[in-house]
């Protein structure tokens, strides 16, 4: 298999796009707009970013493979990589396509960058819920980065009423039951994923189909099914619609809506003791709890009708006395607290909040201004942890400290719900109706 990081000595920026280079570039300063690199020359831009490579034995030099596959074009791409292929395809359900287009057609240039932001904008169009969007976008870009450019069969994502399926040629590099993990990612084009991740399009974190897995699980979708065919060396990634794993019957269906009715009620009961401090152990148990439940709901239907009787008690027993409840499950909450520390407990993520951060998520590259004021919204709603900021506006934690909380603490336009302790497990975000006042 190529590197992508393969020198091709006799390509020049003459077999380049320039109209792809320009709004690579447009992209990048949007994204990182005092950076030194926005000043540079062309070729020395593209050597930065590693599209460029230099042969230092020999003084020649040449675009990478990398560079290539974002910035050249499909007539030229093919003579380096013959089975190089990217096709978009949609029907509604019978056997002809209403739109499709691929890197053959001409009438674009058939690069892999142009291919992206082209169903990016067919997405955004199309799905009208923004964590939808996003969790698509998530996925082409996963593929587009992890394929084998030199395996048959081309990279091709396919939509369905129903579903989409994403296939790319070449097998996952780690365990198929890892990848809806937070694991470090293991990469086959290091350079394709750099220059993407410059543009905050990816991570190299290995998280970004576990944050699809919990936008599917938050709309009760099926979980996203992720298949190696090994005899055509291909990868499969399908992405259901439905919100059933099986047929229910009604009386179930009725169980199950009034569980998580009932469920929902006791929430904005115990949601009025938020504020008090003496209460933050309680309303954090019961969470904890409540995650644990509802993930249960979600994602194991098949063994809820089994265990609805019991889960259905045990909720009541809650509505009967909250004090008792925790201190029955108080041994369960430290069991299951390590496992949960590092994860958002995707329930208390309401529609109106998803709604605030939603240009957050569609667009990686907000200005400063732009991102301030989406996170004082939503701490207007409610006071909100980091992993929460980071779950909704798609950045990494530490880059939503660091570039976003941190200054806002000094305007004095947030402050802290533990002041006197910054470490504190649970600490959040308030908005400081105080700053209104001056």
């Not at 029907?91 to 396509?97: L, P, R």
């Not at 949601?271 to 904890?288: F, G, L, R």
């Not at 390590?338 to 569609?362: C, F, Y």
């Not at 939503?378 to 880059?399: I, N, Q, S, V």
Request: some cysteine.
């Amino acid at each position: 298999m190529l590197q992508d990081n393969l020198i091709l000595e006799h390509y020049g920026l003459n077999e380049l796009n320039f109209d792809t280079i320009k709004s690579y570039r447009d992209r990048f300063a949007e994204v990182k707009p005092a950076h030194p690199w926005n000043a540079l020359e062309t070729k020395e831009f593209l050597y930065k970013v590693g599209a460029w490579g230099k042969v230092r034995d020999t003084h020649k030099e040449g675009v990478t493979l990398a560079g290539l596959l974002l910035f050249s074009e499909e007539r030229i791409i093919t003579e380096v990589l013959p089975q190089y292929f990217l096709e978009y395809r949609e029907s509604k359900g019978n056997e002809e396509w209403t739109e499709r287009f691929t890197s053959q057609d001409g009438t674009w240039s058939g690069n892999i960058f142009d291919f992206y932001f082209h169903i990016h904008e067919i997405v955004r169009n199309s799905e009208p819920q923004p964590s939808i969007a996003s969790s698509l976008t998530e996925v082409l870009i996963n593929m587009l980065i992890h394929a084998d450019y030199n395996g048959e069969g081309g990279v091709i994502l396919e939509k369905q009423p129903s579903h989409y399926v994403f296939s790319n040629p070449g097998l996952l590099l780690v365990p198929t039951d890892s990848v809806f993990s937070n694991t470090v990612s293991q990469l086959r084009n290091p350079n394709i994923v750099k220059l993407f991740s410059l543009l905050g399009l990816c991570e190299r974190s290995g998280s970004g189909l576990k944050k699809v897995k919990q936008n599917w699980s938050l709309h009760h979708y099926k979980t996203p099914a992720i298949d190696q065919d090994v005899s055509m060396h291909r990868t499969v990634v399908t992405l259901s619609l439905s919100t059933q794993e099986r047929q229910v019957s009604s009386s179930e269906k009725d169980t199950y809506n009034t569980s998580i009715t009932d469920l929902g009620n006791n929430f904005k009961d115990v949601e009025k003791y938020q504020n008090t401090p003496e209460n933050d152990v309680e309303i954090d148990s019961y969470n904890k709890n409540r995650y644990s439940y509802n993930k249960e709901l979600i994602e194991e239907l098949k063994s809820y009708n089994n265990n609805v009787n019991s889960l259905n008690k045990e909720d009541n027993y809650y509505n009967n006395d909250v004090n008792s409840y925790n201190k029955n499950h108080n041994s369960c909450n430290k069991e299951q607290e390590e496992d949960s520390s590092n994860l958002v407990n995707v329930e208390n993520i309401d529609t109106k909040l998803w709604g605030i951060a939603a240009l957050a998520r569609e667009k990686k590259r907000l200005s400063p201004n732009q991102m301030e004021h989406i996170i004082l919204e939503l701490c207007k709603e409610k006071p909100l942890m980091l992993k929460e900021f980071a779950y909704l506006l798609e950045r990494t934690p530490d880059g939503v400290r660091n570039n976003y909380l941190t200054k806002l603490l000094r305007k004095g336009q947030l402050q802290l719900k533990y002041p006197n302790q910054p470490n504190h497990p649970k600490q959040a975000y308030l908005f400081n109706k105080k700053d209104i006042e001056k």
